[in-house]
Nanobody, 120 residues
């Protein structure tokens, strides 16, 4: 059982930066891989990034590679998504998710989402 709460979303101009946080409940954070997803209005939920249980392996969608960085702090039970050089097409609700496996991941737990809006 994992509970996730996202925060850090907001309104930013194109080219700006935001850092999203996802806090996990319980004492098993180090045993779960974490992922970030996003969903724009009228579109499917898309994969953005994931990080392994130890934090030693990361993966990014091509659309955000070089601009976004995922990281985790197991002492704080928190995963982060640093978003730089934001574009209007990054506008979406961003969700974090938890998986008990690194590869392939199976995301059984999801947060409530946080809105990110990037203006031109």
């Amino acid at each position: 059982q994992v509970q996730l709460v996202e925060s850090g979303g907001g309104l930013v101009q194109a080219g700006g930066s935001l850092r999203l946080s996802c806090a996990a409940s319980g004492r098993t954070f180090g045993r779960i891989a974490m992922g970030w997803f996003r969903q724009a209005p009228g579109k499917e939920r898309d994969f953005v990034s994931r990080i392994s249980r130890s934090g030693g392996s990361t993966y990014y969608a091509d659309s955000v590679k070089g601009r976004f960085t995922i990281s985790r702090d197991n002492d704080k039970n928190t995963v982060y998504l640093q978003m730089n050089s934001l574009k209007p097409e990054d506008t979406a609700v961003y969700y974090c998710a938890a998986s008990y496996t690194d590869y392939p991941p199976k995301y059984d737990y999801w947060g409530q989402g946080t809105q990110v809006t990037v203006s031109s």
